[in-house]
């Protein structure tokens, strides 16, 4: 009681700027590094594992703002990105950039300096790996041959359905080279980020010019999952694992049905490894 303020009186104002608690270091910087794609690739691993690197700070949301919310303008963009010091490289990431045909435009007028990562995977898989994401959250959806074929005897392909679309690689990079030379883009094998995480993750801080940090000491491989996990996350020393959205049994399809997309993506799979100067060895 005797601690109580008096009646009617305010405690005084803290100073003007100052907020409780410790400042937090760093300034909000737009990203000098976006993970454009694609979706069902591999793009949250990349993100989960990169960010263990000290020089790496990751917004962990997908921000949409190249696709969905440009009109809200580079400063609210900005505003969700974490604090960084001067010796941090800002990531963020949105795989549906790189299907969006306006998103190399925007991200050029933002920084011609940008650095792109793409993380690809085998088109068929990817394929049904999104149509498997969807099926669990829509039961009643048509099945996967259903919407993969316009004509399924004829062999004709429906290339409007999303899920078949973005596996034409070749043809989304097209209109991010109007924009970007290739060594300002980097790709990521979605497969090998399975197989051996630390080998693709070394490419990957190379690419972003930061010290070769996440090792194959930060990994091992969870059998129940089918995928490798972290020894510890950025902000905790326990292991890390993917949600339980990531790793989830894929759709059983006909065999018949997975040869005619094989052929389908071929050529398109060609071309890519053509224009990247990659084999992925989808074939």
């Given at each position: ?7 009617g009186?305010?405690p005084?104002a803290?100073?003007a ?5 410790p ?7 737009l ?8 979706k069902?690739?591999?793009?949250r ?9 000290p ?25 969700l990105?974490?604090?960084?010091l001067?010796?941090?490289i800002?990531v ?8 969006t ?6 991200i050029f ?13 085998n088109?068929?898989?990817?394929a ?18 259903g ?5 399924r005897?004829?062999g004709?392909?429906?290339t ?6 973005i ?10 080279l ?16 399975i ?19 996440i ?5 091992y ?13 950025e902000?905790?020393?326990f292991?890390?694992?993917l949600?339980?959205?990531?790793g ?6 006909d ?7 094989r ?21």
């Amino acid at each position: 009681l005797q601690q109580s303020r008096p009646c009617g009186r305010t405690p005084p104002a803290p100073p003007a700027g100052s907020a409780p608690g410790p400042a937090r270091p760093g300034t909000k910087r737009l990203p000098r590094a976006i993970v454009v794609g694609v979706k069902k690739g591999g793009t949250r691993a990349v993100l989960e594992f990169i960010r263990v690197h000290p020089e790496v700070r990751a917004l962990g949301t997908e921000p949409h703002f190249f696709d969905r919310n440009y009109h809200r303008g580079l400063e609210w963009y900005r505003s969700l990105m974490p604090r960084t010091l001067d010796s941090q490289i800002t990531v963020e990431k949105t795989p549906s950039y790189f299907v969006t045909k306006e998103a190399p435009r925007r991200i050029f007028n933002m920084s011609r300096d940008t650095k792109l990562i793409v993380v690809v995977r085998n088109p068929v898989t990817r394929a049904i790996s999104d149509y498997t994401q969807t099926l669990s959250k829509k039961p009643d959806i048509p099945t996967f041959e259903g919407l993969t074929f316009r004509n399924r005897s004829l062999g004709l392909v429906d290339t409007s359905w999303n899920a078949i679309r973005i596996g034409m690689y070749a043809v989304h990079l097209e209109s991010w080279l109007q924009y970007f030379p290739l060594s300002q883009i980097h790709f990521v094998s979605g497969e090998k980020l399975i197989t051996d995480p630390a080998g693709e993750m070394g490419k990957v801080q190379d690419f972003l010019g930061i010290k070769r940090v996440i090792t194959d000491k930060h990994f091992y491989f969870n059998k129940t999952k089918g995928f490798p996990c972290l020894k510890k996350s950025e902000s905790s020393s326990f292991p890390r694992c993917l949600g339980k959205s990531k790793g989830r049994t894929h759709v059983q399809i006909d065999p018949e049905v997975i040869e005619q997309l094989r052929d389908f993506y071929r050529p398109y799979n060609i071309k890519f490894y053509e224009t990247v100067g990659q084999d992925f060895r989808w074939e």
